[in-house]
């Protein structure tokens, strides 16, 4: 049997109609910049997430991007973040010339731990960024208690958890902003990259929706240096056909992931912890063994897809070395990376294809 980690032709099989339509719509239309899709798209994002504001641009990573540059953060700048996440998180705050700082994160969520956090502010901490690894909400109270008492900016990574909530509060609606990607392996994933950035900052959305268009204010006057990040509307089009699924998309990984967390009991196999204080998306369905290449190996030999997310914490990456991390600074990050490996949880999985999941990860395991 071929489990893959991810079949995205059997989503688009079921919504191939509406999508051909949409896109049709906006060729017809010939508006290819921006338009009256990504405005809709937009006002229907911002909504299912509790933000007054939202603005599509090119991608996940550039919605960080976008966000760092129009909060003003640059050369000499420090941001908090996670190593352990992946590369965009940490890469955007080093395109815009500051400087990642890293904090590990919590064993049991994988998210950064907000303990750590206090030791790392500095005078040049400009911004906390935290990461909603795997379709979970970090710890939100205690990093924003941190960020008002230092006067600190929160941009939330929240790439691969729209629609996740901490104590009832929305992905992106607690910080001072929050990015989304539509990537398409995504929750809500586009048909190609593209991208969201949520506020209730009028002003900050403003300077944003100008950043996204190279810092124009009107035709061909620029108040600022800013980057071509504009959604497409061809991207928008599909992503306004799928966003009425996305509860339901969602609910359907839950109830996959519950599916194996009862399997799995008992076994040696770590199964995902969920704070009782969030409602998690499930991006990945992660499992956490000893042996991890071995299974991954074992895995793909029978037919199944898996990934690692991610196999090398950003502190050791060979672009990060002018940090000045070494070996051992993160000890949770480094040995989660050793040790995590993502299953299979898409919604149009069946019970036979999860049974053979499990079947193979436990003879693998014990």
């Known amino acids: 049997m071929q489990v893959p980690l991810l079949d995205l032709k059997a989503q688009y099989a079921k919504i191939k109609k509406d999508i051909l339509k949409a896109i049709e719509e906006v060729?017809?239309?010939?508006?290819?910049?921006?338009?009256?899709?990504?405005?809709?798209?937009?006002k229907k994002v911002a909504a299912i997430s509790d933000c007054k504001f939202a603005v599509g641009v090119s991608s996940g990573t550039d919605a960080i991007l976008a966000s760092l540059m129009s909060l003003g953060i640059g050369v000499g700048d420090e941001v908090?973040?996670?190593?352990?996440?992946?590369?965009?998180?940490?890469?955007?705050?080093?395109?815009?010339?500051?400087?990642?700082?890293?904090?590990?994160?919590?064993?049991?969520?994988?998210?950064?731990?907000?303990?750590?956090?206090?030791?790392?502010?500095t005078r040049k901490t400009k911004a906390i960024m935290p990461v909603h690894l795997y379709g979970q909400m970090a710890d939100m109270d205690p990093i924003m208690d941190i960020a008002k008492?230092?006067?600190?900016?929160?941009?939330?990574?929240?790439?691969?958890?729209?629609?996740?909530?901490?104590?009832?509060?929305?992905?992106?609606?607690?910080?001072?902003?929050?990015?989304?990607?539509?990537?398409?392996?995504?929750?809500?994933?586009?048909?190609?990259?593209?991208?969201?950035?949520?506020?209730?900052?009028?002003k900050l959305a403003a300077k944003i929706k100008k950043m996204r268009h190279h810092g124009q204010g009107?035709?061909?006057?620029?108040?600022?240096?800013?980057?071509?990040?504009?959604?497409?509307?061809?991207?928008?089009a599909a992503l306004l056909v799928k966003l009425p699924y996305l509860n339901e998309w969602s609910e359907g990984r839950r109830k996959n992931a519950e599916y194996y967390n009862k399997k799995f009991a008992g076994t040696s196999v770590k199964t995902p912890y969920i704070?009782?204080?969030?409602?998690t998306i499930y991006?990945?369905?992660?499992?956490?063994?000893?042996?991890?290449?071995?299974?991954?190996?074992?895995?793909?030999?029978?037919?199944?897809?898996?990934?690692?997310?991610?196999?090398?914490?950003?502190?050791?990456?060979?672009?990060?070395?002018?940090?000045?991390y070494k070996q051992g600074d993160f000890p949770e990050a480094e040995k989660a990376a050793?040790?995590?490996?993502?299953?299979?949880?898409?919604?149009?999985?069946?019970?036979?294809?999860?049974?053979?999941?499990?079947?193979?990860?436990?003879?693998?395991a014990s």
């Open 27 to 42: 060729l017809d239309s010939q508006i290819c910049i921006l338009g009256p899709k990504v405005e809709e798209l937009e």
């Open 80 to 121: 908090i973040t996670t190593p352990f996440t992946f590369f965009a998180t940490a890469g955007c705050i080093a395109r815009v010339g500051a400087r990642p700082v890293f904090v590990d994160i919590d064993p049991k969520t994988y998210n950064i731990n907000p303990a750590l956090i206090k030791k790392a502010v």
């Open 149 to 202: 008492k230092h006067n600190l900016y929160v941009i939330e990574d929240a790439a691969q958890s729209i629609s996740s909530t901490y104590k009832g509060k929305k992905a992106g609606s607690i910080g001072t902003c929050g990015c989304f990607s539509f990537f398409p392996s995504k929750n809500l994933g586009g048909i190609g990259d593209s991208g969201m950035t949520v506020t209730n900052d009028e």
């Open 218 to 236: 009107s035709t061909y006057y620029y108040d600022f240096v800013g980057g071509n990040f504009r959604l497409d509307p061809i991207q928008a």
């Open 275 to 279: 704070n009782p204080d969030c409602v």
């Open 283 to 324: 991006n990945q369905y992660v499992i956490r063994v000893p042996k991890r290449d071995e299974l991954a190996e074992h895995l793909k030999r029978n037919g199944i897809g898996c990934a690692i997310y991610y196999p090398m914490p950003l502190h050791l990456q060979k672009c990060f070395e002018y940090l000045g």
């Open 338 to 364: 050793n040790e995590v490996l993502a299953l299979p949880v898409y919604p149009e999985l069946t019970d036979q294809m999860k049974n053979y999941v499990v079947e193979e990860v436990l003879r693998a």
